[in-house]
C-alpha cells in the first residue's frame, strides 16, 4: 500500500495533527517510513556520511590532512554554496536579477560543484517550495517535523501532491537557458569530474596529499555544505522571529544567516522573493555573502538588472503583516566580525582538534 493517498486520512500524515492525535500512528508512522522511504537515497547518505566521518578523524589528526588540503576543501565549500545560493537559488529559481553567459556558466559549475540536483530540478522543486509552502506540496514542508524539513525528504518518496504541482509550474524560462540544459543533459559526468573528480586530485597533485585522505575530505565539506542548505529549509522556518509577514512560516535566523553566508534572512525573502539580496538590508549594512558575490559581479557588468523591494514597500508590509520588532539592522561591524568567525569555524576547530590531540597524545611522555 502507498504511504500517501489524496482521498483517505492518509494523506494528512504531511500535516501537523494526525500524527499525535491518534495513539496507532507511532506504528503506522514506522509503517509509513518503511515503505516510503526512497532507499537508494539512503543507501547513498550512508556511505557519504562514513566517508565523512574518516574525513573528521583525519582532519582532527596532525600527522594526516594536510592544512593545504583543509584550505583547499573550505574554498571549494563557499565557492559551492555561491553556485547554490547566487546561481540556483536567486538567479534561476527567483530571477532576481540577469547575469551574463560567462557568469551564468561560472555559477553552473559551482552548482554542480554542490551536487544538490541540476538546477533545473533544484530550482522547480523551489518554486514549489515557494508557491505551496507548509502544505502538502512542499517537497520539505516544515509542518512533518524538523527532521523531515531538514534532510528527511530527500530520503523519502515525494508526496504526489510535490509532483503534480511540480508539473503544473512554468518552467519554460530555464529551459529556455542554455547553460541550464547543457548541465541537465550532461548532470552525470559534470558531477563526476566537478564535484567528485577535481576536488579530490588537485589535492594529491599539487601537495602530495593522499588520495583516500583528499576522497573523505571532500565527502566531508560535501556533507558541511548540504547541512548548511538544509538549514534555511528546516531551522529558517522553524525558529525565529516574522517582522514581515507573521501568517507565514519561514522566519528571520540569524543563526542560518551565519552559517549560509547570508541566507536565513527568510521571513524576508518569502515576503519579497524577487528581491535579490534576500535580505531587507545589503551586504554593506548585514552580513550577506551571498550578495555581496552578486554585487561584485554587478560591479564587473556582468550582473545587471538587480531586484529590489523598495523601503516603502517594506515599511508597509511590515506595518501591515509583520510582527512588530526593532533593531533588525544590526551593527554592521559587529555583524561581520561575528559572521566570519562563524564562516571560517572549520578551519578554527580544526586548529583546536590537532592542538588538543598534540597535547594529549604527544605529552604523554612529560606526563610519565
Ligand atoms: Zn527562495
Ligand atoms: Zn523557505
Not at 55 to 79: D, Q
Not at 228 to 257: C, M, T
Not at 318 to 346: A, F, H, S
Request: aromatic fraction near 16%.
Amino acid at each position: 500500500m502507498p504511504p500517501f493517498n489524496n482521498n483517505t486520512k492518509d494523506f494528512q500524515r504531511s500535516g501537523s495533527q494526525t500524527m499525535t492525535t491518534n495513539g496507532r500512528n507511532a506504528l503506522y508512522g514506522v509503517w509509513c517510513a518503511i515503505t516510503s522511504a526512497k532507499y537508494e537515497t539512503v543507501i547513498w547518505m550512508f556511505i557519504v556520511a562514513v566517508s565523512a566521518s574518516f574525513g573528521i578523524l583525519s582532519g582532527a589528526h596532525r600527522l594526516w590532512t594536510k592544512y593545504e588540503t583543509v584550505i583547499w576543501m573550505f574554498i571549494v565549500a563557499v565557492s559551492a554554496s555561491f553556485g547554490i545560493l547566487s546561481g540556483a537559488h536567486r538567479l534561476w529559481s527567483h530571477k532576481c536579477y540577469k547575469a551574463h553567459s560567462s557568469l551564468r556558466i561560472l555559477l553552473m559549475i559551482l552548482q554542480t560543484l554542490a551536487l544538490q540536483n541540476d538546477i533545473y530540478e533544484w530550482s522547480r522543486d523551489h518554486r514549489v517550495h515557494h508557491k505551496y509552502s507548509e502544505t502538502d506540496a512542499d517537497p520539505h514542508n516544515s509542518n512533518r517535523g524538523f527532521f523531515f524539513a531538514h534532510m528527511d525528504w530527500l530520503m523519502t518518496k515525494k508526496h504526489p501532491q510535490v509532483i503534480e504541482k511540480g508539473r503544473q509550474l512554468d518552467m519554460s524560462d530555464l529551459l529556455a537557458d542554455t547553460v541550464v540544459r547543457f548541465q541537465r543533459k550532461y548532470y552525470v559526468p559534470l558531477v563526476l569530474l566537478i564535484w567528485g573528480v577535481l576536488p579530490t586530485v588537485i589535492p594529491y597533485y599539487l601537495w602530495s596529499e593522499g588520495l583516500l585522505i583528499s576522497f573523505a575530505s571532500n565527502m566531508l565539506r560535501y556533507v558541511l555544505s548540504l547541512h548548511q542548505s538544509w538549514l534555511v529549509n528546516s531551522a529558517a522556518h522553524l525558529f525565529g522571529f516574522r517582522p514581515y509577514d507573521k501568517g507565514i512560516a519561514s522566519r528571520e535566523n540569524q543563526s542560518v544567516v551565519y552559517l549560509s553566508f547570508g541566507e536565513g534572512y527568510h521571513n524576508y525573502h518569502h515576503t519579497f522573493p524577487y528581491d535579490y539580496s534576500a535580505s531587507e538590508f545589503g551586504w554593506k549594512s548585514n552580513f550577506n555573502l551571498a550578495t555581496a558575490f552578486i554585487d561584485f559581479f554587478a560591479m564587473l557588468g556582468l550582473a545587471y538588472d538587480l531586484k529590489k523591494a523598495s523601503d516603502k514597500t517594506i515599511s508597509e508590509r511590515q506595518e501591515r503583516t509583520g510582527e512588530k520588532i526593532k533593531g533588525l539592522q544590526k551593527n554592521t561591524l559587529l555583524d561581520y566580525m561575528i559572521g566570519l568567525v562563524i564562516t571560517i569555524w572549520p578551519l578554527w576547530v580544526t586548529y583546536i582538534s590537532r592542538t588538543i590531540y598534540r597535547y594529549f597524545f604527544e605529552n604523554v611522555s612529560y606526563v610519565y
